[in-house]
């Protein structure tokens, strides 16, 4: 009985090539996995693809929910930003996915799980890492980085299927190059790899429109959350991933959540990107926003730190690792009380709030308001002025009694 | 002789009342000192006010290019957002304030210097740190949180004023309590103290217009910087304050850069308040475009947080410090090749990138690119990833190998 | 009936006098309650003495075991030392004294709580911040900060308690003004006032001897420890109350854990104190010991700064905060296999590393050995060499190709 | 004309037999370059073994002052200590050896510099790290990472060089790896590869006796400071590098610091080192009982922060980066006032403290006594309680209201 390998399968055309190449390669049984993250993608008549281009079997497995609870709800509530602008939509679903393949190819007994990754991306070592943490016995297989893959254009790819007997009407024309799921979609490629021209949005954009095609009409939106958890949109209760649904709809009607950044991957060198988020953009806004009123500034300047940290651990493919676990246990920790309602407006590209409230709200009118209220003396202040700032008299005294000295 | 005080002097009513009550209060004579930081305020008949008003001197001292260059610029450089989205207008002229007052307390050999902020809010709090670390030896009052200050509304402090002979036009309706100057306005009070609710931005906006009433047409903008440090807008060569100038006309045009927060201030509560910043917000983002060419990764997280904590050391007041100093310097190391010219288009709210160049770009096409070109062996990535991925697979190797003892 | 007040009583001189002090001042029963966390005080007589100085009821509270296991375990665990030097004795103390305190108010429907620490010192923070935040509706009287407290010495305050028929063999002579619990005794005052000078440890010392007096043999100690909670000590299981006890009695005779600091205060001065911590200084060590072997980088990296971070919040005296709970959260999710054996050295001062063994280890001989093993890959180090210090030849390149530019 | 090779030579049996690799395998003239840390070695005769093995050239580069004045000095500012144990002496003479041999390579015109570490450790890392930042375009040679270094063995190689006509009296017997420079000696190996086994101190240690070997006197010591820079050591001004010679001796001959450790390296794995680092402990420590009495909290909280990240920076090997040089701004900055003079007693490994001065002291008796001064008023501890406590009384109001939410 030969040996099985699981290979993380989409229905394109890299992904298509490497069956034949692997049986050829390795002579390996190839178990396809097509993992949903909500991508949209045609799924039907995968199956027939995939064993017609020569795999033993094809699983779909659907993880939309799991990826919403266990990878999104997380890095939302720590505020997790790379690099204070990607809300990370690749970065929490390769996780999953490697997680998902693992689990398939212990079913299956396999020896190997292969992806179709390049060799410059940041996808290869978020696969790669998930599956070391999970399954460090198995081997992973990188076509792309092997000198014996010597496919380096789609026709090439083309041929080669050709070659071997699977003739499918894959299209040689490259677009952008795109990675999409529940959470976002981003793009790379074409005119984005010079970062001096200005992204062609009419061209690229598909979860969105740009502002300037919005809806002149401003939009108010109700969200609420507890503990930290999205609830409902607009008085509707729904799961997390039909509130992101809702969003998505939302955001992308009214131009929200379109970055163009350059960022740092993993692998040393800089990359330009545009990210379309449209209902993430706004779930992490609201959140933040509730979160003004719930956390006291102790507990937020620390937790922004963790975000920060948290995103650069996620960026970095370190979903499974004791790091990632106890910076979600701090973030965990203090969404106790992150309950409540926010209210926004969207409006070409703007999220503008229009209102917090929260039986938790750390707020208290009597206390901000200039007028005095009896809950605060004013002549506290003077106390607290004279001890924050003692330490700088201290030094000043200490400055003037020197001033001889320092010369 | 007397003794005297210096006392800042905006023209006011309150800084008014404050006269004549200095002068019954401690028989001093009275100082006064209007430092202008581009409040916008009217300035002609001050002289004569303040005199009408009791006073022995006016000084009118414009430090406006003094905080654009030794106070905005080096916040702007080192990305300085409070709580992540306060721009720290209000903060950042403070210890320049302090230290003019400072200066003419020397000159006149005066023994006090008065303010005229509250006991609830910051001011109180970056004057007195301001005065502490340059004159330790210079008494400071703060007559509101002083039990012989018997005035506790406008009324009361305009007939304090009558009962000694001062006359003038004030009125007594209380609008929101603002601070301008060059690089912003901050509104509080009124609805903003209840953050259920919605700002009421047609009656509350002072340098800008709201999204909604924005141009249709989008603009073009370009911005040069040398060395981190702004040197034209559109081709056209200018000092800072001119460019700030120029960005609060087109930002303010294209309602950029209005916030609405709640936030924690230094005293301890939380307070709700609108900011508009229309240029500075430019400033920031425009900065932050050409730092994602010109830093690297691990220069630009460490330069995160320490602009979060320079946020936060001048929002506390304390930019008097061996810290604030320390922070400056380390930011200042990364400016070295912050050069170059950042495009960008404005609409509606929208800061839109539209192309960045520098010299000095860390960014490679023929790195990022997911042709394989010569500077770059996929190969590496083999070896990295092992390697970058080894203590999972040791902890994973771990787990197995140890699994039975969790049992 | 008379309101009643919580007196947090020593039986020392201080907090007797403030019995008739709070009798006299505010008519109130005065509720005395002796919290005992190891401070090996003679509690025999001391509800006779509490009662004969005016005190209705006297309260002895023995929090030993709640200390070691909600305190100072936590703190171990984090690694916890506030400035790197202070391991927090006094600090981790306060709030379960404050907890006590307020559940004896509740308990007898006490309206304040009165404790006997200066103005200028922490303690008073750390009592108050704890009351605060478990009873926010409680007074707090702190007689030292009052003005109707007229005693300023000791010889006032025995006059004082005679003229209120409180006749008591109080000593007047001051020594070194201390603080004792199960963990440490820190020492302040007399020649540690002046930084310049060598402490008086012959006089000083009271847990431990000096280095040069300690014995000549060295002795050896194994300790084991279980996800981060010290078990045994020399193969004896014991609570951790008995293994602090007993690791204080080793680390007393063989001179461990003197330390000499000047260290900044709360309240914003500089103190210089002498700390002897004996077997708290052997725990936090063999729990660092392990945590080499158990913990990857990445999580000790981290792990260390959020200890620090712990360390000022609860040198603060903000243990019941929010943050406090998220940063203790961190710390336990990472302690899951911090389990182990460790053996060490006493010898004069010095705890010397003997062995560590852990089932959990991350340590591979057959990785860290120079002779290659199979589980690693000379070639490996190529490509990671190449991508790790990708970043830094992409500028040298930048920088040769933009020479003439910076000219 | 051969292309030539600069080969980082210390005249050992590994650097040697490369000599005729890298004649035979690249056909290269070899210029050999042995770069003089403070390593003690014997560098008599060195020039005719290199010559006699097959070198064109041999230059002898002493580095002693400049390693102390531009790599030490600054980490001792910074109290950089990687995993807070080790005191970086091999990571920080790495890149000052780096820049000299591209110096020679510039000099000679030659095309790539081979160095002898192995593709497990470090050093690889930060010799190849500081060649790309400073010459981008030359080649480097790491012949124990290539297929072609067949030798596995001292036996292999003894017997190479004997093929090649090389007959040195290179000893076969294997001891511990070794790292010597000016500020310490780093061992690895035998017995150190098994955590659970105590170091064999008696075989193992160099520079140093061990605490038991120790004198039984204490042995005072003073080192006065400028500006964070050694000075003086017991009254003798001495340049930093005599300073350290001396303190080498001092701290040798009491046994002070020796450490053991189980550390993680860049490549991923945990290793067991021992260290002795006998001056350098001591020199970092009198740098911070000095900083004790002259930096302010907040700038020695930061500064902690920035030492760690530039220990973490310094250890992987990226000294020639914009980030250490703005870390190293910071730092600097912040020894301004770092002046003064620091005692203390070398003991059989302790290092006590015995009084600190400085001209810039901020530390006040008359603030820090428990007697009242005329600087201190103990009731601005009331205001200042009341507002530094605020946020834990809001909440804890907040959460009595809404009780009965919670169920």
């Given at each position: 009985?030969?040996?099985?390998?699981?290979?993380?399968?989409?229905?394109?055309?890299?992904?298509?090539?490497?069956?034949?190449?692997?049986?050829?390669?390795?002579?390996?049984?190839?178990?396809?996995?097509?993992?949903?993250?909500?991508?949209?993608?045609?799924?039907?008549?995968?199956?027939?693809?995939?064993?017609?281009?020569?795999?033993?079997?094809?699983?779909?497995?659907?993880?939309?929910?799991?990826?919403?609870?266990?990878?999104?709800?997380?890095?939302?509530?720590?505020?997790?930003?790379?690099?204070?602008?990607?809300?990370?939509?690749?970065?929490?679903?390769?996780?999953?996915?490697?997680?998902?393949?693992?689990?398939?190819?212990?079913?299956?007994?396999?020896?190997?799980?292969?992806?179709?990754?390049?060799?410059?991306?940041?996808?290869?070592?978020?696969?790669?890492?998930?599956?070391?943490?999970?399954?460090?016995?198995?081997?992973?297989?990188?076509?792309?980085?092997?000198?014996?893959?010597?496919?380096?254009?789609?026709?090439?790819?083309?041929?080669?299927?050709?070659?071997?007997?699977?003739?499918?009407?894959?299209?040689?024309?490259?677009?952008?190059?795109?990675?999409?799921?529940?959470?976002?979609?981003?793009?790379?490629?074409?005119?984005?790899?010079?970062?001096?021209?200005?992204?062609?949005?009419?061209?690229?954009?598909?979860?969105?429109?740009?502002?300037?095609?919005?809806?002149?009409?401003?939009?108010?939106?109700?969200?609420?959350?507890?503990?930290?958890?999205?609830?409902?949109?607009?008085?509707?209760?729904?799961?997390?991933?039909?509130?992101?649904?809702?969003?998505?709809?939302?955001?992308?009607?009214?131009?929200?959540?379109?970055?163009?950044?350059?960022?740092?991957?993993?692998?040393?060198?800089?990359?330009?990107?545009?990210?379309?988020?449209?209902?993430?953009?706004?779930?992490?806004?609201?959140?933040?926003?509730?979160?003004?009123?719930?956390?006291?500034?102790?507990?937020?300047?620390?937790?922004?730190?963790?975000?920060?940290?948290?995103?650069?651990?996620?960026?970095?493919?370190?979903?499974?690792?004791?790091?990632?676990?106890?910076?979600?246990?701090?973030?965990?920790?203090?969404?106790?009380?992150?309950?409540?309602?926010?209210?926004?407006?969207?409006?070409?590209?703007?999220?503008?709030?229009?209102?917090?409230?929260?039986?938790?709200?750390?707020?208290?009118?009597?206390?901000?308001?200039?007028?005095?209220?009896?809950?605060?003396?004013?002549?506290?202040?003077?106390?607290?002025?004279?001890?924050?700032?003692?330490?700088?008299?201290?030094?000043?005294?200490m400055l003037?009694n020197t001033k001889d000295l320092k010369?």
């Amino acid at each position: 009985m030969k040996e099985k390998v699981v290979l993380a399968y989409s229905g394109g055309l890299d992904t298509t090539a490497i069956i034949p190449w692997l049986k050829e390669t390795y002579n390996y049984d190839v178990i396809c996995c097509c993992v949903d993250c909500g991508q949209e993608e045609e799924l039907d008549g995968l199956d027939e693809r995939a064993k017609y281009s020569g795999a033993t079997k094809l699983y779909i497995e659907d993880i939309v929910d799991e990826f919403c609870d266990d990878y999104i709800v997380p890095c939302v509530q720590a505020g997790a930003v790379y690099e204070h602008k990607y809300l990370l939509g690749t970065s929490m679903a390769r996780p999953g996915i490697a997680k998902k393949l693992v689990e398939i190819a212990r079913k299956e007994g396999a020896v190997a799980i292969c992806h179709g990754a390049t060799g410059k991306g940041n996808d290869q070592i978020r696969f790669e890492l998930g599956i070391k943490a999970l399954a460090p016995d198995i081997k992973v297989i990188a076509p792309w980085r092997q000198d014996n893959w010597n496919m380096d254009s789609r026709e090439a790819e083309i041929e080669y299927c050709k070659k071997h007997g699977i003739d499918l009407p894959f299209g040689t024309d490259s677009s952008y190059s795109r990675d999409r799921n529940l959470w976002h979609i981003s793009h790379e490629g074409l005119e984005l790899e010079d970062p001096s021209l200005e992204p062609n949005y009419d061209h690229l954009l598909v979860l969105s429109v740009s502002p300037e095609k919005a809806p002149d009409e401003p939009e108010y939106v109700t969200m609420t959350f507890e503990k930290g958890v999205p609830k409902s949109v607009n008085g509707k209760e729904m799961k997390v991933s039909d509130i992101i649904r809702e969003l998505n709809r939302l955001g992308g009607k009214h131009g929200i959540g379109i970055i163009d950044i350059v960022e740092n991957r993993v692998v040393g060198m800089k990359s330009r990107g545009v990210y379309e988020t449209p209902g993430g953009t706004i779930l992490m806004e609201a959140h933040d926003q509730l979160e003004e009123l719930c956390l006291d500034r102790a507990t937020m300047e620390m937790k922004k730190e963790i975000g920060n940290k948290l995103a650069q651990v996620v960026y970095e493919g370190k979903w499974f690792t004791p790091l990632r676990e106890a910076l979600q246990a701090f973030v965990e920790s203090t969404q106790e009380y992150v309950t409540g309602e926010v209210k926004f407006k969207l409006y070409k590209g703007n999220i503008i709030k229009a209102g917090t409230t929260s039986p938790y709200s750390l707020y208290s009118d009597s206390l901000a308001s200039f007028t005095t209220g009896d809950q605060y003396d004013h002549h506290d202040a003077d106390g607290f002025i004279t001890l924050f700032g003692l330490p700088l008299k201290v030094r000043a005294m200490m400055l003037q009694n020197t001033k001889d000295l320092k010369k």
